[in-house]
T-cell receptor, first 116, second 114 residues
């Protein structure tokens, strides 16, 4: 199946710093990518929809200034957690849709962020 | 708004037992339905999907799911589980009205004892 790669797989950062997470579709073009957050023992919650060449659409309650999303090309979207705090510690997962065959979405392996 | 409910949070069973995981959704229109699996330490993988047609869908690894429109359900089944089926299973729904976004259920952790 199609491959979506997320980098890094895990990251530890200090409070107040920013962290960038990359999501790449390796063998297909993705006009749309999605960013999810998964708290321990909970389901995936959609944070935002990332559209290539335009502004991301954020879900209600998600701070767009804190979670900056850039989708500069058809194969790359980035999520930057700015001024991270311990409560931002979580598992972040991206998914991407093949532009030519939009369903189903394929998921990256996730990034575990720990803010200390 | 669409929502997805998975009734069982944890399921423990022995190898060769049959598995059925419940999934109900709330949306009155046309839906696309999915089951994803997340093995320990791995990313989400698609098990099977339903778009239209035969309501009994067969997926990978011996899994199947049945779409029952009148019950708004899409339950996942496997006749005989293996230890390697230990994972977390997520039901998800997608509708055109919601902008093709996937909404996930809470997940069910399945532990298969050898």
């Amino acid at each position: 199946g199609a491959v979506v790669s997320q980098h890094p797989s895990w990251v530890i950062c200090k409070s107040g710093t920013s962290v960038k997470i990359e999501c790449r579709s390796l063998d297909f073009q993705a006009t749309t990518m999605f960013w999810y957050r998964q708290f321990p023992k909970q389901s995936l919650m959609l944070m935002a929809t990332s559209n290539e060449g335009s502004k991301a659409t954020y879900e209600q309650g998600v701070e767009k200034d804190k979670f900056l999303i850039n989708h500069a090309s058809l194969t790359l979207s980035t999520l930057t957690v700015t001024s991270a705090h311990p409560e931002d510690s979580s598992f972040y997962i991206c998914s991407a849709r093949d532009t030519l065959a939009p369903l189903p979405a394929f998921f990256g392996q996730g990034t575990r962020l720990t803010v200390v | 708004a669409q929502s997805v409910s998975q009734h069982n949070h944890h399921v423990i069973l022995s190898e060769a037992a049959s598995l059925e995981l419940g999934c109900n959704y709330s949306y009155g229109g046309t839906v696309n339905l999915f089951w994803y699996v997340q093995y320990p330490g791995q990313h989400l993988q698609l098990l099977l999907k339903y778009f239209s047609g035969d309501p009994l869908v067969k997926g990978i690894k011996g899994f199947e799911a049945e779409f029952i429109k009148s019950k708004f359900s899409f339950n996942l089944r496997k006749p005989s589980v293996q230890w390697s089926d230990t994972a977390e299973y997520f039901c998800a729904v997608n509708t055109k009205a919601a902008g093709n976004k996937l909404t996930f259920g809470g997940g069910t952790r399945v532990l298969v004892k050898p």
